[in-house]
């Protein structure tokens, strides 16, 4: 594939607006994978949290 064929290819795709990315849609989007992936980390931070402070009370 050309240099010249990728950018034609690229020219057909929208950059989203950053409102779009945040809203909340239903289905396969670039926007759930967005909410998925910022919940997914959340609940990360919050279990390593939960851990964290259940050790430093049993530990003493």
């Given at each position: 594939m050309s240099l010249k064929e990728v950018n034609e290819e690229?020219?057909?795709?929208?950059?989203?607006?950053?409102?779009?990315?945040n809203s909340?849609?239903?289905?396969?989007?670039?926007?759930?994978?967005?909410?998925?992936?910022?919940?997914?980390i959340a609940?990360?931070?919050i279990i390593l949290t939960i851990f964290l402070i259940s050790n430093l009370i049993v530990s003493g």
């Open positions: 690229n020219k057909s795709t929208r950059i989203a607006s950053s409102s779009e990315l909340w849609k239903r289905g396969f989007t670039p926007q759930a994978e967005i909410w998925n992936g910022r919940i997914a609940g990360l931070i």
